[in-house]
């Protein structure tokens, strides 16, 4: 064969002419060689050593598909998983893991690690809100922010309803594209120049002072274990019933410095847009039934809890937290708050055994959770419909990052062993200094529904993170039968 392809490489230096003579040569005499029967291999050789070219067909294009797991998947073993999970959880980088794998379908724990030890879990704490909300309040439900009539005709006072959302940007911008709607990080928040045009038009005269009624929520604006150069740091801003945009100086971004005077900000915002002066807006208590002139509604609850999950936002998660609290009659501060979630949680079955609760956006480093508890969460929200909490909990997994596609995951997933993962694992994160987890969803390569919760404490989250992931992407990886 060799000498055959010396020789072939020889004829495909001679003149087309002679070339083309020695094909059809070559051809027949391979067709005599080669019989009838095998005749059909003759142009595959011809192809192989470069004397015929042939146009391949294209591939089929991908099916694509969308419907429910099916119920009769393979279920993973806890000795499958505890051999797949074996390499990827004894990374040094992980430092004091702790963690718990569930089959949603029947509860069962088929893979933990200390479930019961409790460490700060971060982020991942807004699940324990996010449950609480969901299980007190309807989806449907919003928040409202008012204007109502002040103790005399030229005056005004902006009640805060606990919606940070409400947004300082306009209603749309004009360019020569046309008219373009602007959003800031809350998709749909009521602006508050729809609020001001109500005012305006509700009054004959005009009017000269304005006053916030932060009312509605008591107790310091920050949490213990919070740090106030955080505010700076773009993560937080003092927790009051009366926020725009979250306190953010830039609406649009997520982490832009924040505003140490988040009510104070809002009244004078309001004051420039209905002509009264912003250096005597003060801070008062509404009239009982005082006529309300002007009022907007936030966006639903489910919207808002979806988004606090997805962008990890820690304000939006304590304004909700208030609101448990509210609805359960206790006290509207970051401990009453921490209360009503934690009963909340254990009226409805969650052993919060364990659980320290000092805030509602895991910021605190003083709170403490039990892996096993952010597995239970997970667990019911993905449960079967034979659970009163499932259909409660359902926009808790809606509101989740995907891996490598939304949210606090968007830049995950990406590389190495955590590459499987992406697009198939849906997960909460959770970051401070020295502290990683991840708690969520994924489906198996059986396509059985798997949930998971993963704490990492005393190493560099820069390190850790990405060992989480690659945890969370073995997962999606095997069956584990």
């Not at 279920?75 to 040094?92: E, N, Q, R, V």
């Not at 980088?93 to 479930?115: D, K, Y």
């Not at 002072?209 to 740091?233: E, K, N, Q, R």
Request: include cysteine.
């Amino acid at each position: 064969m060799r000498a055959l392809l010396r020789r072939i490489a020889g004829w495909l230096r001679l003149p087309w002419s002679r070339r083309r003579t020695v094909i059809t040569s070559l051809s027949l005499v391979l067709v005599a060689a080669l019989g009838a029967g095998s005749a059909l291999a003759g142009p595959e050789l011809l192809e192989r050593v470069g004397l015929l070219h042939r146009a391949k067909p294209a591939p089929p294009p991908p099916r694509l598909a969308m419907g429910p797991l099916a119920a009769d998947a393979p279920a993973p073993t806890s000795g499958g998983l505890a051999a797949a999970l074996g390499k990827p959880t004894s990374a040094a980088a992980l430092g004091s893991l702790t963690g718990v794998v569930l089959n949603p379908a029947t509860g069962q724990a088929l893979w933990s690690r200390n479930p019961d030890r409790a460490m700060t879990p971060g982020s991942t704490g807004k699940l324990l809100t996010v449950a609480a909300v969901l299980l007190t309040m309807s989806p449907t439900a919003r928040l409202t922010t008012r204007v109502v009539a002040g103790d005399s005709p030229d005056s005004v006072v902006l009640v805060g309803g606990g919606d940070p959302t409400l947004s300082v940007l306009p209603s749309a911008t004009r360019n020569s594209a046309g008219t373009t709607p602007t959003e800031s990080v809350y998709p749909g928040a009521a602006k508050l120049d729809t609020l001001a045009a109500a005012v305006r038009d509700a009054l004959p005269g005009p009017v000269r002072s304005v006053a916030v009624d932060t009312s509605l929520f008591s107790g310091p604006g920050l949490a213990p274990g919070w740090d106030p150069a955080d505010i700076a740091g773009g993560y937080l801003t003092p927790i009051e019933p009366l926020i725009m945009d979250g306190g953010r100086s830039k609406p649009d971004e997520l982490d832009p410095p924040r505003t140490p005077t988040p009510a104070a900000d809002a009244g004078k915002a309001l004051a420039k847009r209905i002509g009264a002066d912003p250096a005597t807006v003060t801070v008062k208590t509404a009239r009982p039934g005082a006529k309300v002139l002007a009022e907007v509604s936030s966006p639903t609850i489910g919207d808002l809890v979806e988004n606090a999950l997805r962008i990890s936002d820690n304000v939006l998660a304590e304004a909700l937290a208030r609101q448990v609290a509210l609805a359960r009659g206790a006290e509207p501060s970051f401990a009453g708050a921490a209360r009503a979630v934690r009963e909340t949680l254990t009226e409805a079955g969650f052993d919060v055994g364990g659980a320290r609760i000092i805030d509602g956006s895991g910021l605190s480093t003083a709170d403490q959770v039990p892996a096993r508890l952010l597995g239970e969460i997970m667990t019911a929200a993905s449960g079967p419909a034979s659970d009163p909490r499932s259909a409660r909990l359902r926009p808790l997994l809606s509101g989740l990052p995907v891996a490598g596609g939304s949210g606090t995951l968007s830049s995950r997933f990406d590389v190495g062993d955590s590459a499987p993962g992406k697009g198939f694992v849906r997960a909460k994160t959770g970051t401070l200094t020295g502290v990683s987890s991840l708690a969520g969803v994924v489906t198996d390569t059986d396509g059985r529904l798997l949930t998971f919760a993963l704490m990492s404490n005393g190493t560099n989250p820069a390190e850790s993170r990405p060992r989480l992931d690659a945890i969370a992407a073995a997962l999606r990886a095997c069956g584990c039968r």
